[in-house]
């Protein structure tokens, strides 16, 4: 049989056991504003560029179309964050204020 030094060796145990760095669990004011920021002028956007193609404001849909997507790039991340933040004040399980970047 081998000689394993169990000293060096990493497992579960140790990690769940040990935990090396702290989890702060504050919300993040301006990373959350930020997120619901995107999320409304995201969702604004593509209300408004729907509208506008629609219409054909400025003559043809392309204007409509253009502002459709610039909302709709804003309001993807928007969405995502404001979730994240949403559950974890929630106190969801897999969810934290970690998760959110900082600004």
């Known amino acids: 049989m081998a000689y394993v030094d169990h000293a060096f060796s990493i497992s579960d145990e140790d990690i769940m056991m040990e935990s090396s760095y702290t989890v702060s669990n504050k ?6 504003a930020l997120a619901i920021s995107l999320f409304v002028f995201g969702a604004i956007g593509i209300v408004i560029g ?3 193609a629609i219409n054909k404001v400025g003559g043809d849909s392309a204007h409509g179309l253009f502002f459709a997507i610039l909302g709709g790039i804003l309001f993807i991340p928007g969405f995502y964050y404001t979730r994240i933040s949403y559950y974890a004040y929630k106190g969801y399980k897999e969810f934290s204020f970690s998760n959110v970047p900082a600004v």
């Open 27 to 32: 919300p993040p004011i301006k990373e959350i």
């Open 50 to 52: 729907i509208a506008m």
